[in-house]
């Protein structure tokens, strides 16, 4: 996992379970205050604007500029959850153009194209939204299948599929999805803002990620993306449902979400990944260190994430729990990702003191 070559120290690179690509460009563009009550609302409008001026060309442009950034900073493969289907006439186009981008910058790429229907809970579609848009289960579904024919020979590529969020599906079709590909990783938006949660009472007397997990059958390998704001009984059900948890701290800060109760959460034998999502940041070691020390704040102590024997070194647990969670999330498990290079060897006589250094010391 961390070895020495010659003078120099490797590990393996990581996964970035969560991505929307063509969102780097607007990445660290949002200070500004529009409204006396900025929130992740108001940033989706201007998300929404960003999509409205997309053409294939930017959509390959910014692409290749956060891959190059991803494969830069230490993530071997990427999980592009994608639903800006409608760039072309061709939802195709921009799957093909994801994969060649991945191929040509020399990075893993698992496409997660996700159903996007509604324009909130039961309600029809928006105009802002129309570029992500699916008519039904059936188009969606076609368009799976389709993609699978595009995955590259050569190179670490997979597929997954998904659906955007609970807000976007109506919670009659999500089982007939979720039932169509058990071979593929499952991936949903869920339960990131305290608003939505209460939406989703309202309309269907339950939180999103409880009635999810309620509808969702029984696929075998499910992500949810933030699942923040969720109750003790949600946490129990996604580890008994043995779903994992897509976290992405630096984007869930910026966006005024919360944060994940992963020490709960890893008590009951819970498994996650990390993401970059929005990009404000793409850097896996600062997730990592964002993850920690919002454990730390919220428990006023160190070291206290992992349940584990004082002979463990917590900064090791915190990688592989990482590293392994998002080869699940990928579609890679058991596969070797490149290797990232960590330092030049210096006179830590523990190796792993060079993986600590990169996660706590920036
Ligand atoms: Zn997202």
Redesign the pocket.
Known sequence: MIKQVGNKVFCESIVNA?S?GFQYAMAGLAEYSSNQSDSFWTWRDSMYRLVSEMNLDKFAEINRKFLTKCLESGYGHVVE?HYLHHVTNDPLDTVKCLYDLASDVGIGMTVVPVFYHSGGFEQKIKETQKRFYFESPTKFLNHVEACSHLIPKSGNHRLGYGVHSLRACPIKWVKEITSAFHHLPFHI?LSEQVAEVRECVKHYGKPPTQLFLEEQGDHPNMHL?HATNVSDEELHMIVDQNAHVVICPTTEANLGDGYFPLRKFLRLGGKFSIGS?SHVTVNPWEEMRWLDYQDRLQHQDRLGLFDAKPEDYRPELLYKAVLDGGKAAAGVAGSYLEDYFLGPMDSHSDLREHLAKKIYVS
């Open positions: 969560h929307h959850f938006h993306v999502d």
